[in-house]
């Protein structure tokens, strides 16, 4: 629960129907969109990434605040969402998070609407403002999905959506969603594209538009949508609508960077019906280790190697949820396995913690192995590779 405490410190279906256009946004649009009347319970955003020198107070960086990075003891999945409450009274909701396919096909969804996840948010005044970081409850199966989709670097998106248990019509229910192995590093005069899906999760048909939320673009970045913003779709039950992104970055790149774009469907309510996110960063230095060594597993499982790690990136942050993999091979060097590593503690821009456990191997197996930290904008760092023989007698440097 402390360490739980300390990150809150810390983290200040077919092809729709389109009205397409293409539309070119220079630096100063600002991509906050007027969503109507939405609710006073939000999923709020976090600060997370080190930015050096005063950029870092004036502008604070920030992404959708939905964290994956818990993963217990018992290896089950828990997702932290900060949920604010922007109103003048105490609102309790139901939260649920989605698993979501590059596409927004759901992969797993919890909780199950017979047993609902609630939570209370004091009002403004009383903390809601701060917000509250809560833990929703996953399962077995959500974190092996997580690990496999991380492991093959496959795009996949969380969605999180807080429905308040009021009947005032004003506060309806608010939908936020971030995107993991989608991000892009960008290169002096380059380009990085997205591609998005944004579904109609409603039983009917549904006239809507297309708005792009985000922060300002840094100056001289420009970006491409299509469709343009505002433009209208008109949806069936649970049909897509598509689109892209271009980002472009100017010749001379001074200094870290960022552009974080949210594609979303809104309603004519103003309510979110489904969102995408394109996080784009001008870093390409990788992650920085400071810890990293190998011993033996825990007894009750002989014959395997725990490995654990710390690095740092204050450029683009540490990548979630696996950021960290090792891979190892018992052939000499030939081939290779890889086998992500859990988070363990951290806020992904300074040094953060992962560990795993790989195996079981026969006694007397000679295992080659190196440690792998990748951040968000794709940029990785290894550690040399080392030979152990299993059983591990003594604690092994990997850096």
């Known amino acids: 629960m402390a360490r739980r405490r300390k990150l809150l410190g810390l983290l200040l279906g077919g092809t729709a129907v389109l009205f397409l256009s293409s539309l070119t946004l220079a630096a100063d649009h600002d991509g906050a969109t007027a969503l109507g009347p939405g609710g006073d319970v939000v999923v709020a955003d976090v600060p997370g990434l080190a930015r050096p020198g005063l950029d870092a107070i004036a502008r604070p960086p920030a992404r959708p605040g939905i964290l994956v990075a818990w993963r217990n003891t018992e290896k089950i999945l828990e997702t932290e969402v900060r949920v604010r409450n922007l109103g003048s009274r105490t609102e309790r909701a139901r939260v649920m998070v989605e698993i979501l396919d590059a596409d927004h096909r759901v992969l797993h969804s919890r909780p199950d609407p017979s047993t609902p996840f609630v939570i209370e948010v004091p009002a403004a005044d009383r903390g809601g403002d701060v917000g509250l970081l809560v833990q929703v409850p996953g399962t077995l199966e959500m974190n092996r999905t997580l690990d496999a989709l991380d492991r093959n670097l496959t795009p996949y998106c969380m969605r999180v959506t807080v429905e308040p248990l009021a009947t005032d019509v004003r506060r309806g229910a608010n939908r936020t969603v971030k995107c993991y192995n989608a991000s892009a590093r960008m290169a002096p005069g380059g380009a990085a594209l997205h591609q998005f899906s944004l579904v109609n999760t409603t039983d009917r048909e549904l006239r809507a538009t297309v708005h792009y939320q985000g922060p ?184």
């Open 216 to 399: 300002k673009l840094p100056a001289g970045w420009t970006m491409t949508v299509v469709p343009a913003d505002g433009a209208g779709v008109r949806l069936a039950p649970h049909q897509a609508a598509r689109g892209s992104v271009v980002v472009h970055g100017p010749a001379r790149l001074d200094g870290p960077a960022f552009a974080d774009i949210r594609p979303a469907l809104v309603a004519g309510s103003g309510a979110v019906i489904d969102m995408s996110e394109f996080f784009v960063a001008a870093d390409d230095t990788g992650p920085e280790f400071t810890e990293a060594s190998a011993a033996a597993g825990p007894p009750d499982r002989p014959g395997t190697v725990y490995v654990q790690v710390r690095a740092s990136d204050t450029g683009s942050g540490v990548a979630e949820a696996s950021g960290a993999s090792v891979l190892f091979s018992t052939d000499a060097g030939r081939t290779y396995a890889r086998g992500p590593m859990l988070y363990a503690d951290g806020n992904f821009t300074a040094p953060t913690g992962f560990d795993g456990t790989i195996g079981p191997f026969p006694g007397g197996t000679v295992v080659t192995m190196f440690a792998v930290v990748r951040d968000v904008a794709g940029n990785e760092t290894a550690t040399r590779p080392v030979d152990v023989r299993v059983p591990v007698t003594a604690p092994v440097d990997l850096r």
